[in-house]
């Protein structure tokens, strides 16, 4: 499933850099395939569940899918930005939770902090790479647009945050549900 998973997913990413209306996507394979890769690589640490990987690779997805132009479009009222970063939040939050409860024994509210620092950790990375390739290749190749609203990072980390508390709510009501009654 994870080797599927990484393959079918690799080739999009290809043939979106191939179709890609937006001149910077075009290789973006270059750092999405290892990005998509890398859990793969460590799914035994990781104790990585198959859906959970199918889930992040559709978070690449939907952010490579910027190269069609969705980032300068909204819907249902909403920028793709918004959406992608949600997503983002939300998918890796399951990755994460399980791997630091299956390595930590902490009580599940313990385990949930700590995964919604590490996720927002992440997403506050992100946005200073964002940055510094901007001040570096500059607006038009960068990867912050400048023209974009100016809490653009502020934003990003907002919907990071909704995405993991949204996975960690629903990842406590699934383990509930599982549980027997007593």
């Keep these: 499933m994870y080797v599927f998973t990484g393959l079918i997913f690799s ?10 209306k937006v001149p910077t996507y075009k290789v973006s394979p270059i750092f999405l395939i290892p990005i998509l890769w890398f859990p793969y690589l460590i799914r035994r640490w990781l104790h990585l569940n198959p859906v959970h990987y199918f889930l992040f690779a559709i978070a690449l997805l ?6 069609f132009g969705l980032y300068q479009k909204g819907f249902y009222g909403a920028s793709w930005d918004i959406y992608v970063h949600f997503y983002f939040g939300f998918a890796a939050t399951f990755m994460f939770y399980r791997a630091l409860e299956y390595h930590l024994e902490m009580r599940p509210w313990q385990t949930a902090l700590f995964t919604l620092m590490f996720i927002m950790g992440c997403g506050g990375i992100h946005e200073v790479i964002e940055y510094i390739s901007t001040l570096i290749l500059g607006p038009e190749r960068g990867m912050l647009k400048t023209t974009s609203y100016i809490f653009d990072a502020n934003r990003d980390l907002m919907n990071n945050f909704l995405g993991c508390i949204s996975a960690l709510v629903i990842y406590r009501i699934l383990r509930a549900l599982r549980r027997p009654l007593r």
């Design 11 to 20: 080739i999009v990413f290809v043939v979106i850099a191939f179709l890609a």
């Design 62 to 67: 939907l952010h490579d899918l910027g190269a």
